[in-house]
């Protein structure tokens, strides 16, 4: 079992940056690829990046790549997701997930646990 609290969300103008962070607990952790999605209002919920357990394979939405940079501390329990150049279609709610091995399943959506989300909200 596996429990997933984000932090950092919050007001930003456009081109600004923000630092997303995912504490998990629970002994498993290292062991679960970790990826980013999040929900605008009135859409669906979408993939933002992803990490496999070891942090040495990434995946990116191309509408953040170059801008975005997921990264993790197994020691810590943390997964973090840098977020710079801000524009405000990147505002959401941005959720934490852990999903299964290979780290290309949490990309394609198939995710164990879920965090309860953070807004962002950036601001033109």
């Known amino acids: 079992q596996v429990q997933l609290v984000e932090s950092g969300g919050g007001l930003v103008q456009a081109g600004g940056s923000l630092r997303l962070s995912c504490a998990a607990s629970g002994r498993t952790f290292s062991s679960h690829p970790m990826g980013w999605f999040r929900q605008a209002p009135g859409k669906e919920r979408e993939f933002v990046a992803a990490?496999?357990?070891?942090?040495?394979?990434?995946y990116y939405a191309d509408s953040v790549k170059g801008r975005f940079t997921i990264s993790r501390d197994n020691a810590k329990n943390t997964a973090h997701l840098q977020m710079n150049m801000l524009r405000p279609e990147d505002t959401a709610v941005y959720y934490c997930a852990a999903g299964g091995t290979p780290a290309r399943t949490v990309r394609d959506g198939k995710i164990d646990y879920w965090g309860q989300g953070t807004q962002v909200t950036v601001s033109s």
């Open positions: 990490i496999s357990w070891t942090g040495g394979i990434t």
